[in-house]
C-alpha cells in the first residue's frame, strides 16, 4: 500500500498552500508571471534582464487580451510590468513608465457642496443655471436664458411629479430660487403640461416585443 505523504512533502514538491504564498501585484495576469517577474529581479545581467522582460511582457499579452482594447497597451503592460516588480526592474524600457509616486497617489478628495437648495426637486443644476442668468449683463441674453430655463423646470417638474402643473407654480419656484432677482415676462406662457409629458415619452427608449408576441 502506498504511503500517504504528509503536507510538508507536498510543499516541498511545488505545492504550496495560498496563505503561505506572497500576494499578487495584478491578478489579471496570474501567478505564474509574477513569479516569472521576481526570477528577472535575480539577474545579474542586464542582456539577460532585458530578453527575459520582452518574454514576460508578450506572455502578458497572450494572458490578459482584453488589454489589446486600450490605447498604446505595449506602454500599458510595460507599466504593469514595472508594478510588479516594485519598480526594482532594471531593464531597458521602450516606453517611458509613469513614476512609483504618481501610480501610489492618491486622488484628491472632491469637495462636499453643503448648501441646502431651495426647491431641491428642480436639482441643483436649475439652481446654478438660475445663478448664472443673474449674473448675465446682457438683458436680451438674460431673458432668452430664463425663458429656457422655466421651459426646463416645468419638464423636470411634470417627469418628477408625472402630474400636471400651472404655469404659476413654476414661476413661483423659479422667483424663489433666484431671490426674486429675475423678472419673467407677464405674456411669457410655458408648453401645456400635455405637450411636455409626449415628448418625454417620445424620448423615451421604446422595448422591442419578445418573440413570443411578434407578429410572423
Same mark, same amino acid.
Request: proline fraction near 5%; avoid cysteine; charged fraction near 30%.
Given at each position: ?10 510543499? #516541498? ?15 489579471? &495576469?496570474?501567478?505564474?508571471? %509574477? ?17 527575459? =522582460?520582452?518574454?514576460?511582457? %508578450? ?11 486600450? @490605447?498604446? &497597451? ?5 507599466? /504593469?510590468?514595472?508594478?510588479? =516588480?516594485?519598480?526594482?526592474? @532594471? ?16 486622488? #484628491? ?30 438683458? #436680451?441674453?438674460?431673458? #432668452? ?11 423636470? &417638474? ?8 400651472? @404655469? ?9 430660487? =433666484? ?23 417620445? /424620448? ?5 416585443? =419578445? ?6
Amino acid at each position: 500500500m502506498e504511503e500517504v505523504k504528509n503536507p510538508k512533502v507536498f510543499i #516541498e514538491d511545488g505545492m504550496e498552500y495560498n496563505t503561505n504564498r506572497r500576494d499578487i501585484k495584478l491578478t489579471q &495576469y496570474g501567478r505564474n508571471i %509574477q513569479k516569472l517577474v521576481d526570477y528577472a529581479l535575480t539577474l545579474t545581467d542586464r542582456e539577460k534582464r532585458n530578453n527575459a =522582460s520582452n518574454q514576460i511582457v %508578450q506572455a502578458m499579452e497572450i494572458l490578459n487580451p482584453r488589454v489589446k482594447q486600450i @490605447d498604446d &497597451y505595449k506602454r500599458v503592460l510595460w507599466n /504593469h510590468l514595472a508594478i510588479m =516588480s516594485n519598480f526594482q526592474l @532594471d531593464v531597458d524600457y521602450p516606453y517611458e513608465i509613469v513614476p512609483e509616486d504618481v501610480i501610489k497617489s492618491k486622488p #484628491e478628495l472632491v469637495p462636499l457642496i453643503k448648501t441646502r437648495l431651495n426647491k431641491k426637486q428642480y436639482g441643483r443644476i436649475i439652481a446654478d443655471l438660475i445663478k448664472k442668468a443673474v449674473e448675465i449683463e446682457d438683458k #436680451e441674453l438674460q431673458q #432668452e436664458f430664463v425663458l429656457m430655463i422655466l421651459v426646463q423646470m416645468k419638464r423636470i &417638474y411634470i417627469n418628477w411629479t408625472k402630474d400636471v402643473v400651472s @404655469d404659476d407654480v413654476i414661476f413661483e419656484d423659479f422667483k424663489a430660487i =433666484s431671490n426674486y432677482q429675475l423678472s419673467i415676462p407677464t405674456d411669457f406662457k410655458l408648453p401645456q403640461s400635455y405637450e411636455i409629458k409626449n415628448r418625454i415619452k417620445t /424620448h423615451q427608449p421604446t422595448q422591442q416585443p =419578445s418573440k413570443k408576441f411578434r407578429k410572423r
